[in-house]
């Protein structure tokens, strides 16, 4: 008998060994966002952040024994540079508690932004043998009234990378990637905003309705 529950605590405890070094990795997104230098719009935009949104992970089990799985948080992270990205970017921003919707009418805010992050994708050394860390993203945006009328929905899509030379570790590697994928979707989102169709038409509506009431 002592000789067998010698041999289980050994299996046990070799078994908890194996299982802490087959861990995920996980990677909670901190970095820096610059304000952008811009004039703003003159624009009361409200935003909503959905829960998915605030929350927003990425996990990715490992294929193999030799590999890791990944669990990349990027939610405070996005919602970090978002924020500071609208708040510079229009002259008002309100942060929305709760979806539009028709018994939620708000005249402080001239429309809501929905951000969504639809995919995220990963690289690392061990899928690409090169010592690169990639972050791929692709976002779907809502423009809606208050009362969650739909004005414009589009996509963008942003990528980040970074070599390994001068990071101590993998999660750092993607930690930078993916800080680099959200500075690269706020450019992009500057540039692109007022070049979606319907927000170009919705911007030139909202211009001629206060030119209209400035000259009353």
């Known amino acids: 008998m002592p000789r067998r529950h010698g041999f289980a605590l050994a299996s046990l405890l070799f078994t908890l060994i194996f299982l802490a070094g087959c861990g995920a990795k996980e ?3 901190v970095g820096n966002f ?17 829960p998915e949104f605030v929350s927003h992970e990425f996990f990715d089990e ?33 942060k929305m508690d ?13 429309a809501v932004l929905i951000p969504r ?13 090169v010592k690169v860390y990639e972050i791929w993203m692709r976002y779907a ?28 570790s993998d999660e750092a590697a993607v930690n930078l990637a993916a800080v680099v994928a959200l500075r690269d979707a706020g450019a992009h989102f500057i ?6 169709p319907e927000v170009a ?3 030139e509506q909202l211009q001629q309705q206060r030119a209209a009431v400035a000259a009353r």
């Open 98 to 110: 709760g979806k539009p919707a028709p018994e939620q009418m708000n005249p402080i805010v001239d």
């Open 201 to 203: 038409q919705w911007l």
């Open 191 to 196: 540039t692109s905003f007022h070049k979606v």
């Open 34 to 50: 610059p304000p952008p230098l811009m004039t703003p719009l003159e624009v009361n935009l409200g935003v909503w952040y959905e």
């Open 27 to 29: 990677v909670v997104v």
């Open 117 to 129: 992050v639809d995919e995220l994708q990963y690289a690392i050394p061990a899928h690409t043998n």
């Open 62 to 94: 490992a294929k193999g024994r030799t590999e890791s799985a990944w669990i990349v948080k990027t939610g405070d992270a996005q919602v970090q540079m978002w924020s500071q990205l609208l708040n510079n970017m229009f002259v008002g921003v309100t």
């Open 141 to 168: 945006f809502q423009l809606v009234t208050t009362n969650g009328e739909p004005i414009a929905e589009w996509t963008m899509t942003a990528y980040g990378k970074t070599p390994t030379a001068f990071l101590q």
